[in-house]
């Protein structure tokens, strides 16, 4: 069975809420999400997820110190992540406190290891983002997300 790992980093609380409603998205599709933070993983456990979605506080515009340790780390695997779906989800204090920032940060670093990424034509288009707490917009994206980044990864899965 594919399986999707949910890394993030949380200190209040919203980003790891925020990976809990993915989750839950990725589980109604039938896949099975791996929900972990970032701290507790080593990079080679990267290769063994179908799908890779990192959720980050936005801190100076950017992701979280101990995110961007781990795409440090994962350099050693460059090129054994090719193929592999991968998403991006980000919560702020405020409005315009960077959060497609640090979504497109996150993006980029899955990019250049060659995940496929998928954005949203409606909605929360790079996404799903928080600001402040979740509120009902905010957990919407998250489900619709998780059930999107599932369902990418049985097209991907049927194509390989």
Do not use: W
Not at 33 to 52: F, N, S
């Amino acid at each position: 069975m594919p399986k999707v790992l949910i890394a993030y980093y949380s200190r209040s609380g919203t980003t790891e809420k925020m990976a809990k409603l993915i989750a839950r998205g990725v589980s109604k599709e039938g896949i099975e999400p791996d929900i972990r933070k970032v701290a507790d993983i080593k990079a080679e456990e990267l290769l063994k997820y179908d799908g890779i979605v990192i959720g980050s506080p936005t801190y100076y515009g950017t992701m979280s110190y101990e995110v961007k340790k781990l795409f440090d780390e994962s350099v050693k695997f460059h090129g054994k992540l090719e193929g592999k779906v991968g998403g991006a989800f980000s919560s702020s204090a405020n409005v315009a406190g960077g959060n497609e920032t640090t979504i497109m940060d996150i993006i980029d670093a899955l990019l250049i290891h060659g995940l496929i990424v998928q954005g949203d034509p409606r909605g929360d288009h790079y996404g799903p983002v928080a600001v402040g707490s979740i509120d009902g917009r905010a957990e919407k994206e998250c489900l619709k997300f998780g059930g999107r980044i599932a369902n990418l990864v049985k097209k991907v899965g049927e194509e390989a």
